[in-house]
């Protein structure tokens, strides 16, 4: 595998660890203990796989733009096709390996955070599946943007709780989940959406995203034969879709390019900080309070990141860009109009840093993330554009 | 699956110093207390919460606190329930930082000792060295950073060691039995027993596992052991007392401070637990 396990103590390099209440570090100790148990028990890989086929659709398509390509100038566009999955995006991948594995670890109920919602509805989903109980917290300011996931919630049976303080976004609905885990971890899994969080979150939930790479990897190898693209990009928020397709390049010549909102650039803007159980870049103010993320997505309004991208930004294996609310809205038209595919404000994210830095990128291969769908930014894309 | 990373702990520079032998000025005065029969009663008052805190603070030493808890509010209070939630809040929106507390603490004068109650993220922000200092400096003997478990508390602690601050540490219900001897070695100044699986916050009726955590770390340290967490009526103070040297008690006075009771008021609900504990 392209990327290593982390330190014992959970970090990459000096990021990571396991900055949790007393009361969780006993659940997360358990949680390592079963996920490393799991991963290596093939019975388990084979049930997941099955679901991850049968269930979820994959493997997910690589989609070669031509279009696109010429409206960009002759970059060589490919897409991975995360979009196409069973719920819309890539998020299913991590939940229901989670979910798997709170079931054999004896738990009963679920708990999750999210931002845009793709990744509560995944779980959702995912609990509805294996008839497990499903409550997701999502900030008071994202229920209103993403009306649409919140029903589609509590169509699978979830209970959706507003987090009303702070920022009332993804970053409020952290911690709201964290202080239910805080009380119900006896019977509960807290199914954490991205790779963030404590040990092991950021490691297992990378783990179980490398199938996008993975698939990816190959899927490139045939169509270029047997080469890489020259960039590998993805939207980061907490940056699990591009983990995930990271880890299938990291071992290759390919540049790694995470992309950032401008409201949200925790590699970009930040400086090292713990919140949410890890120490990683973090937006903060002159004494170390956590600032409030701006970002059209609500899927990357997250002042954070996980620690994973922290250290591939300080050694210098992948770079992190940024881009504007007004960039992105143009790269989610550029899609939908060129290749009749609408993307979800995260990827469009990194549609819209290649399509600002085309010229440099002419004649080379990029291979992106799209990680989901755009149905759920329909309506605040019609509010925008009118 | 890769193999297992080769660096140790140590290697990571995350080994965890041994305590110092000696009881800084939290502990002694505890035990002190404790030694003249007393339960130990220790309120938490939310620092840059009104103008007025600093009075609060005043009053509630004054009504038979043995040492007071002074939150430093952060942005993302995740082991703190609505009431401390608020408090926090409305403090950052007045303008507190840890600064501005500091200052207003070194001219505080309470008679009893302080500790500061915050969470990593200021200190680590600061450096731990400037965090300790700053802490010795305005006359807190002693800090509690709930999201800093024993596995995590090296960095920080030896500099709060090296600056005469007393670090606190949680020790929770989940915990296994050979857990427990390593998180109450490591502590200073008191073990904060965390009475119940939650975040902080009034309850109707006392957890019985405040009782339970209080009897399993009474085994194995003779360090004070304080319980906190859900510890909201003089007659549930009473009861978890009939196990733990004593109790800290936070929503239940924030709530009241929320309510607008004033200094006045604060002193008044801690003088009734005091005299409840008394009393039993």
């Known amino acids: 595998m392209a ?76 897409l991975k096709r995360e979009d196409l999955n069973h719920t819309g995006s890539h998020k299913i991948n991590n939940v229901l390996g989670q979910a798997l594995l709170a079931q054999r670890m004896g738990k009963t109920r679920l708990v999750a955070e999210t931002g845009a919602g793709q990744h509560g509805v995944a779980t959702a989903t995912a609990a509805a599946l294996l008839g497990m109980e499903c409550m997701v917290y999502m900030g008071e300011v994202d229920m209103a943007r993403q009306a649409l996931n919140v029903f589609r919630m509590r169509l699978l049976g979830a209970e959706v709780v507003p987090a009303l303080s702070g920022s009332r976004t993804l970053k409020d609905a952290v911690n709201e989940a964290m202080r239910d885990w805080v009380a119900t971890v006896e019977n509960t899994h807290y199914c954490l959406g991205s790779v963030m969080g404590p040990h092991p979150y950021p490691w297992m939930v990378r783990e179980f995203h490398t199938v996008i790479g993975t698939e990816a990897r190959a899927q490139c190898a045939q169509l270029l034969d047997g080469g890489v693209p020259d960039v590998v990009t993805a939207c980061v928020g907490g940056g699990s879709n591009a983990i995930g397709i990271f880890s299938g390049f990291a071992d290759t010549e390919a540049e790694l390019v995470g992309v950032e909102p401008a409201g949200g650039a925790a590699v970009g803007r930040g400086v090292p900080g713990v919140v949410h159980g890890m120490k990683s870049y973090l937006m903060q103010d002159e004494f170390g309070q956590v600032q409030e993320a701006q970002s059209i997505s609500a899927g990357l309004d997250y002042p954070g990141v996980g620690p994973e991208h922290s250290h591939l930004s300080a050694i ?46 002419a004649g080379r291969t990029v291979l992106l993330n799209l990680s989901g769908r755009g149905d759920k930014d329909v309506g605040q894309m019609m509010e925008i554009l009118g | 699956m890769t193999a297992p990373s080769s660096i140790t702990a140590a290697e990571e520079g995350l080994t965890v110093p041994d305590a ?7 502990e002694t005065a505890l035990r002190a207390g404790r030694d003249a029969g007393r339960k130990l009663l220790v ?15 005043r009053a509630v030493a004054d009504a038979g606190a043995d ?5 430093v509010p952060f942005s993302d209070p995740v082991m703190d329930g609505p009431v401390i939630q608020a408090a926090s809040e409305e403090a950052l929106r007045a303008g507190a930082t840890p600064v501005t507390i500091l200052e207003e603490l070194r001219g505080i004068d309470a008679g009893v000792p302080l500790a500061v109650m915050t969470y990593y993220n ?34 920080w602690a030896t500099a709060a060691d090296a600056a005469g601050v007393e670090t606190v540490l949680l020790a929770a219900p989940t915990a296994p039995d050979e857990r427990l001897p390593r998180v109450v070695a490591r502590a200073r100044g008191f073990v904060y027993a965390v009475g119940l699986l939650g975040v902080t916050g009034e309850r109707d009726a006392l957890a019985a596992s405040s009782l339970v955590i209080a009897r399993r770390l009474k085994a194995v340290t003779d360090k004070p052991v304080l319980v906190g967490v859900g510890v909201s ?48």
């Open chain 1, 3 to 78: 990327l290593p396990e982390p330190s014992p103590s959970g970090r990459f390099g000096e990021f990571g660890g396991r900055y949790v209440p007393e009361t969780l570090v006993p659940a997360c100790l358990d949680l390592e203990a079963a996920f490393r148990e799991a991963w290596a028990d093939t019975a388990f890989r084979t049930q997941l796989d099955d679901l991850l086929r049968d269930y979820a659709g994959r493997p997910s398509p690589l989609t070669e733009c031509h279009r696109l390509s010429e409206e960009l100038g002759g970059v060589r566009m490919l």
């Open chain 2, 67 to 71: 040492a007071i808890e002074i939150g």
């Open chain 2, 233 to 280: 009526t003089p007659e549930q103070a009473v009861e978890v007392c009939s196990v733990a040297d004593g109790v800290v008690i936070g929503s239940a006075l924030m709530r009241r401070v929320l309510e607008g009771v004033g200094p006045t008021g604060a002193g008044a609900f801690v003088a009734e637990v005091r005299a409840a504990l008394d009393a039993s």
């Open chain 2, 122 to 155: 200021l200190a680590f922000h600061m450096g731990h060295e400037r965090f300790a200092d700053s802490l010795a400096e305005a006359g807190v003997a002693g800090a509690i950073l709930p999201d800093l478990p024993l596995e995590e508390v090296g960095p």
């Open chain 1, 316 to 361: 210098g294996r992948a770079r992190y860009e940024q881009v504007t609310d007004d960039e992105v809205i143009a790269a989610f038209q550029l899609l939908s109009r060129t290749e009749g595919i609408i993307p979800a404000l995260e990827p469009a994210h990194a549609l819209a840093w290649v399509s600002r830095d085309r010229e440099a990128l």
């Open chain 2, 43 to 57: 309120p938490y008052v939310t620092g840059g919460y009104g103008t007025d805190w600093a009075e609060v603070v």
């Open chain 2, 20 to 26: 110092p032998a000696e009881p800084g000025t939290l």
